[in-house]
């Protein structure tokens, strides 16, 4: 019975270690947070990072909640700090067609 108890006690842990993690986006959803001189930064950021590998995307072809999953994305391949990445997030979402 012991070893019963012991196995399954085991499959247990094993189990709840081998689930996912869930993630969660680091960019906010929701009005701009920067001031209009750092979405300005953003704006250079956005052309001088993104640009250097890719033709640089609309800021209007996407959602506010489409830019979340892409600056999650690029952004570290960017090389972006979590304050560059705000500022870039903030600058693409206030962009108005």
């Not at 081998?18 to 950021?45: F, L, M, N, R």
């Not at 996407?62 to 990445?85: C, F, R, Y």
Request: proline letters at 6%; one cysteine or more.
């Amino acid at each position: 019975m012991k070893k019963i108890i012991a196995v399954a006690s085991f499959t247990a842990v094993l189990l709840a270690s081998c689930t996912s993690k869930s993630s969660t986006p680091t960019a906010p959803i929701g009005p701009a947070t920067s001031t209009a001189e750092q979405i300005a930064q953003g704006k250079t950021i956005f052309e001088n990072s993104c640009g250097r590998c890719h033709k640089l995307p609309d800021p209007t072809a996407h959602t506010s909640v489409q830019w979340v999953g892409i600056m999650n994305s690029m952004a570290p391949k960017a090389k972006l700090t979590d304050e560059q990445h705000q500022w870039v997030y903030d600058y693409v979402v206030s962009v108005k067609k």
